[in-house]
């Protein structure tokens, strides 16, 4: 059976709450190291072809809706056209979010990562240009709707997901032509708050480092497992606090993405609070 749904993107708008929920249907079939499987993007998975793609959701069962994602996919057009390609009737889910709030959202993470250095913002925005690429979405709603077909795609709003996340669910399942009935255990499966131990988080995350742990890691457990326990730690290794972002960005963002509004506008009825 072809996967079927795709969740993908934006960084830090939910996604792999939601993700998280929905793979609890009884109707829905997904693992967690599957929800960023960046196979449509990394040329080496893509290489192997789409029947390694498929073996990767080997003990699905009568499952009717088979799920995978990437954050990175609503970045790259090309991924989205070979997803098209594999299954032209994919589903596909967006999630947005408000672009200053995702940015300093991103900000955190990867301060909780070790993966960002800078204590300033505006600075850290400056040497790293994906924190606004990742939040302009006129110009991938434009490729996204012409790659597919306006009725396969729903879009989903973070501010939304946070306020009403039952509603949200349900009507999920409804675009995937599932029942509503299920109870569905939510819970915030990404947590963004202040780390206690960068160093351990570095470990855990920086794929440039700490090669041997991590060989070990591949060979005593799954990639489920690994996904789990990655999880688990940097749980644990979380203050319950989150750091505060104060700094106001530079009005030169803000003018962006004032323009890029209106390109989404184009696609999707937006709140006005953007």
């Known amino acids: 059976m072809k996967v079927n749904t795709f969740i993908i993107g934006v960084q830090k708008a939910g996604t792999t709450s939601l993700y998280e929920w929905l793979i609890q249907h009884q109707d829905i079939y997904g693992e967690s190291a ?8 990394d040329k080496t998975l893509y290489s192997k072809g789409t029947s390694f793609f498929e073996n990767q959701f080997r003990h699905l069962s009568n499952e009717k809706v088979v799920i995978s994602g990437c954050v990175d996919y609503i970045e790259n057009p090309d991924s989205l056209e070979r997803i098209k390609n594999y299954n032209p009737e994919a589903k596909i889910i967006l999630l947005l979010r408000k672009p200053e709030d995702r940015i300093r959202s991103a900000f955190k993470f990867l301060r909780q990562l070790s993966k960002e250095e800078n204590d300033d913002i505006n600075k850290a925005i400056e040497q790293n240009k994906e924190y606004i690429e990742r939040s302009l979405y006129g110009k991938k709603l434009e490729y996204l709707y012409r790659i597919f077909n306006k009725n396969n795609i729903n879009i989903i709003f973070f501010e939304e997901l946070i306020k009403n996340p039952e509603e949200v669910v349900d009507k999920t399942l409804n675009f995937l032509g599932l029942e509503t009935k299920e109870v569905i255990k939510i819970f915030n499966a990404n947590k963004t708050k202040n780390v206690r ?7 855990l995350f920086d794929k440039n480092s700490n090669n041997f742990i991590r060989s070990i890691f591949k060979k005593l457990f799954s990639s489920n497992t690994r996904v789990k326990i990655r999880r688990a730690i940097k749980d644990l290794n979380t203050q319950k606090k989150s750091e505060l972002i104060k700094q106001e960005l530079n009005s030169q963002y803000k003018d962006l993405f004032k323009e890029d509004l209106m390109k989404i506008k184009k696609y999707i009825q937006i709140d006005e609070t953007w």
Do not use: A, E, G, T
């Open 34 to 41: 599957l929800k960023d499987y960046p196979f449509f993007i």
């Open 197 to 203: 131990f960068k160093s351990l988080n570095k470990v």
